[in-house]
């Protein structure tokens, strides 16, 4: 079964400050999808990243995947309280077929 | 802008019940997903549609659940005999068809309860 690791699982950090989130995923794919999650909602889709070395950028987030070493990276910039949420990362399998990551619940403290 | 819609919010049920979710994924979508998330856990893919038939399913979609497109707007899923396991937020997602239309768009979700 594919396992997708996100690291750190929860993250607090002040206003202001830069920080990365990490997936490593197990098997060879060349997709990955980084998702938003606020407390008690939906999905939010933030990036689809189709290619080695792809990158994207969004405001203060920035995506990046790195499919020989399996990884994937999500960075924030100069933190915002607004960013306060859980963000997912997932892996298609092929074939139409998902795999989340655990999770990194994000705060964002004044 | 279209979204996805989900009916009903919640849903309570006994063990041993049917309940069917529904979805009303956007109108020019042609792949359609069912996920679903225990409190406090993370998201877990069950089964995508595409053509009027099943895609890909995962372990978790056994010959309990399934799947149906019963007109050109909705799309359920079936749990024929509910489990105290299947409490669970159950998300519906579509997306286009083609390159560059991978993002999904999710519902707002169905919170079921199976007491």
């Known amino acids: 079964e594919l396992k997708v690791e996100q690291n750190p699982l929860f993250l607090s950090m002040q206003e202001g400050k830069n920080y990365t989130i990490y997936c490593n995923y197990s098997t060879t794919s060349d997709r990955l999808y980084w998702y938003r999650q606020d407390p008690g909602k939906s999905l939010e889709s933030l990036f689809v990243l189709l290619s080695n070395g792809a990158v994207k950028q969004e405001g203060r987030l920035m995506a990046s995947l790195d499919t020989k070493a399996r990884l994937s990276t999500l960075h924030i910039t100069a933190a915002v309280h607004d960013l306060s949420a859980t963000y997912f990362c997932a892996v298609d399998k092929g074939g139409n077929q998902f795999y989340f990551g655990t999770g990194t619940s994000l705060t964002v403290i004044p | 802008e279209p979204e996805v819609t989900q009916t009903p919010s919640h849903q309570v049920t006994q063990m041993g019940q049917e309940v069917i979710l529904r979805c009303v994924p956007i109108?020019?979508?042609?792949?359609f997903y069912w996920y679903r998330q225990i409190l406090g856990q993370k998201v877990e893919f069950l089964v995508s549609f595409y053509n009027n038939e099943i895609s890909e399913k995962s372990e978790i979609f056994d010959d309990q659940f399934s799947v149906e497109r019963p007109d050109g707007s909705n799309f359920t899923l079936k749990i024929r005999s509910t489990k105290l396991e299947d409490s669970a937020m159950y998300f519906c997602?579509?997306?286009?068809?083609?390159?560059?239309?991978?993002?999904?768009?999710f519902g707002p979700g169905t919170r079921l309860l199976v007491l």
């Open positions: 109108s020019n979508h042609l792949y």
């Open positions: 997602a579509s997306r286009r068809q083609g390159l560059g239309q991978e993002t999904q768009y």
